[in-house]
């Protein structure tokens, strides 16, 4: 089975710019989380998607969002992107059978840079 | 924020020694994740251990877990210059969705040859 894929893998953008990060799941997996890392703050959970719906949202202001396909793909979006933003983005899929979970599989992630 | 915490932040050690991290957590937990990070790249998932279980082995890698402690330990015995990287602990919380894990900041691994 192919992995976790994501696009694009670097990314440079400036302040105020917006971005769409991909994510594509492992086939059959049907829940995608993201996951934002810096070397300030780890790793910190952005959402998780499942069955096109947003499950789950962790604590990121709201010009970070995103949304799932019906093939499970996933996309993320950062709008009036901030210095801060600059981070590695990772995106992890799972097998989900009501509340109970697997293991996540994570993409190699995107490394998103603002200047 | 933080639930997991590992400990140490550092380690190295040479090869063919084993290496134990720790990690403690704050809440209740369904379930607690190990993974390995090579420098900078994405995470690759070593094991799962549930709440009801106290240990568990893959390969070189033995985790336990005492949830009345609330924390858990990854050793990773004849440790190779290949499993230089940094470990990280992840949990959920007890009724909250299993979509959503914290991580630790991690322990970083230095294996010399």
């Known amino acids: 089975k192919a992995g976790v894929t994501q696009t694009p893998r670097y990314l440079i953008k400036t302040r105020g710019q917006q971005v769409t990060l991909s994510c594509s799941p492992i086939?059959?997996?049907?829940?995608v989380s993201w996951y934002q890392q810096t070397p300030g703050q780890g790793l910190q959970f952005l959402f998780e998607?499942?069955?096109?719906?947003?499950?789950n949202k962790g604590n990121f202001p709201g010009r970070f969002s995103g949304r799932q396909f019906s093939n499970s793909r996933s996309e993320m979006n950062v709008s009036t992107l901030e210095l801060g933003d600059s981070a590695l983005y990772l995106c992890?899929?799972?097998?989900?059978?009501?509340?109970?979970?697997?293991?996540?599989?994570f993409g190699p992630g995107t490394r998103l840079t603002v200047t | 924020s933080q639930q997991g915490e590992e400990d140490p932040q550092a380690l190295s050690i040479q090869e063919g020694e084993n290496a134990t991290m720790n990690c403690s957590y704050k809440?209740?937990?369904?379930?607690l994740q190990w993974y390995r990070q090579n420098s900078g790249r994405g995470l690759v998932h070593l094991i799962l251990?549930?709440?009801?279980?106290r240990e568990k082995h893959s390969g070189r890698l033995r985790v336990t877990l005492d949830t009345s402690k609330k924390s858990s330990s990854l050793l990773i015995t004849a440790s190779r210059a290949a499993d230089t990287a940094s470990y990280f602990c992840?949990?959920?919380?007890?009724?909250?969705?299993?979509?959503?894990?914290?991580f630790g900041k991690g322990t970083k691994l230095s294996v010399k040859p």
């Open positions: 992890a899929s799972s097998l989900r059978e009501g509340l109970r979970a697997y293991e996540q599989y």
């Open positions: 086939s059959g997996h049907r829940s």
């Open positions: 998607y499942f069955s096109e719906t947003q499950r």
């Open positions: 809440t209740s937990i369904n379930n």
């Open positions: 251990i549930r709440s009801n279980e």
């Open positions: 992840a949990t959920d919380k007890y009724g909250g969705s299993q979509g959503n894990l914290i």
